[in-house]
Protein backbone atom coordinates (compact mmCIF):
# COMPACT_ATOMS: atom_id res chain seq x y z
CA UNK A 1 0.00 0.00 0.00
CA UNK A 2 1.60 3.66 -1.22
CA UNK A 3 1.15 6.11 1.73
CA UNK A 4 -0.90 8.15 -1.22
CA UNK A 5 -3.86 5.26 -0.95
CA UNK A 6 -4.85 6.36 3.01
CA UNK A 7 -5.60 9.78 2.44
CA UNK A 8 -7.69 9.23 -0.93
CA UNK A 9 -9.63 6.03 0.21
CA UNK A 10 -10.58 8.28 3.42
CA UNK A 11 -11.64 11.08 1.04
CA UNK A 12 -13.71 8.27 -0.95
CA UNK A 13 -15.04 7.08 2.51
CA UNK A 14 -15.72 11.01 3.19
CA UNK A 15 -17.77 11.30 0.10
CA UNK A 16 -19.71 7.96 0.36
CA UNK A 17 -20.63 9.15 3.88
CA UNK A 18 -22.03 12.69 2.75
CA UNK A 19 -24.22 10.52 -0.14
CA UNK A 20 -25.92 8.47 2.07
CA UNK A 21 -26.52 11.23 4.84
CA UNK A 22 -27.87 13.37 1.81
CA UNK A 23 -29.91 10.13 1.02
CA UNK A 24 -31.27 10.04 4.77
CA UNK A 25 -33.11 12.01 6.83
CA UNK A 26 -31.87 11.26 10.27
CA UNK A 27 -33.12 11.98 13.92
CA UNK A 28 -32.55 14.74 16.84
CA UNK A 29 -29.10 14.75 16.35
CA UNK A 30 -28.99 14.99 12.64
CA UNK A 31 -29.65 18.94 12.49
CA UNK A 32 -25.65 19.51 12.31
CA UNK A 33 -25.50 17.56 9.48
CA UNK A 34 -28.41 18.84 7.65
CA UNK A 35 -26.83 22.35 7.63
CA UNK A 36 -23.92 21.28 5.62
CA UNK A 37 -25.44 19.55 3.36
CA UNK A 38 -27.71 22.12 0.96
CA UNK A 39 -31.09 20.54 0.46
CA UNK A 40 -31.39 18.16 3.15
CA UNK A 41 -33.60 19.12 6.31
CA UNK A 42 -33.43 17.29 9.77
CA UNK A 43 -36.73 15.06 10.54
CA UNK A 44 -39.00 17.09 12.51
CA UNK A 45 -41.96 14.48 13.08
CA UNK A 46 -40.34 11.85 14.93
CA UNK A 47 -43.47 12.10 17.12
CA UNK A 48 -45.29 11.40 15.00
CA UNK A 49 -43.55 8.35 13.79
CA UNK A 50 -44.02 7.09 17.21
CA UNK A 51 -47.57 7.25 17.41
CA UNK A 52 -48.00 5.73 13.89
CA UNK A 53 -45.70 3.15 15.00
CA UNK A 54 -48.28 2.79 18.63
CA UNK A 55 -51.70 2.55 16.43
CA UNK A 56 -49.55 -0.26 14.03
CA UNK A 57 -48.98 -2.19 17.29
CA UNK A 58 -52.08 -1.85 18.14
CA UNK A 59 -53.65 -2.98 14.76
CA UNK A 60 -51.55 -6.30 15.28
CA UNK A 61 -53.19 -6.82 18.74
CA UNK A 62 -56.20 -6.03 18.48
CA UNK A 63 -56.91 -7.74 15.31
CA UNK A 64 -54.78 -11.07 16.82
CA UNK A 65 -57.81 -10.85 20.05
CA UNK A 66 -60.49 -10.19 17.94
CA UNK A 67 -59.75 -13.56 15.66
CA UNK A 68 -59.10 -15.06 19.15
CA UNK A 69 -62.45 -13.95 20.74
CA UNK A 70 -64.01 -14.50 17.50
CA UNK A 71 -62.89 -18.32 18.14
CA UNK A 72 -63.31 -19.24 21.25
CA UNK A 73 -67.22 -17.44 20.92
CA UNK A 74 -66.88 -14.10 23.05
CA UNK A 75 -68.93 -12.55 19.87
CA UNK A 76 -68.83 -9.49 21.92
CA UNK A 77 -65.76 -8.76 22.54
CA UNK A 78 -64.52 -10.10 18.92
CA UNK A 79 -66.51 -6.80 18.23
CA UNK A 80 -64.90 -4.33 20.19
CA UNK A 81 -61.23 -5.48 18.89
CA UNK A 82 -62.07 -5.52 15.37
CA UNK A 83 -63.60 -1.89 16.04
CA UNK A 84 -59.84 -1.00 17.84
CA UNK A 85 -58.27 -2.69 14.91
CA UNK A 86 -60.15 -0.98 12.55
CA UNK A 87 -59.54 2.30 13.88
CA UNK A 88 -55.98 1.73 14.34
CA UNK A 89 -55.56 0.88 10.86
CA UNK A 90 -57.50 3.48 9.36
CA UNK A 91 -54.72 5.75 11.54
CA UNK A 92 -51.90 4.12 9.99
CA UNK A 93 -53.60 4.02 6.52
CA UNK A 94 -54.40 7.69 6.48
CA UNK A 95 -50.47 8.60 7.58
CA UNK A 96 -49.13 6.15 4.88
CA UNK A 97 -50.61 7.11 1.99
CA UNK A 98 -50.24 10.64 2.80
CA UNK A 99 -46.67 10.63 1.27
CA UNK A 100 -43.61 11.42 1.84
CA UNK A 101 -44.15 15.10 0.18
CA UNK A 102 -47.56 15.72 2.52
CA UNK A 103 -45.72 15.08 5.93
CA UNK A 104 -43.61 17.90 5.51
CA UNK A 105 -39.74 18.09 6.03
CA UNK A 106 -37.92 13.86 6.22
CA UNK A 107 -41.35 12.85 4.98
CA UNK A 108 -42.61 11.90 8.59
CA UNK A 109 -45.39 14.51 9.32
Known amino acids: MAGGDVPDAARRRGEAARVLQARSTGGPGWAGIARTLPGVEADQGLLALALVWVAGVVLVYAALFATGSLIFGFYRNAVVFALLAAVAGALVWRTLSQGPDAR ?6
Open 104 to 109: GPGGSR
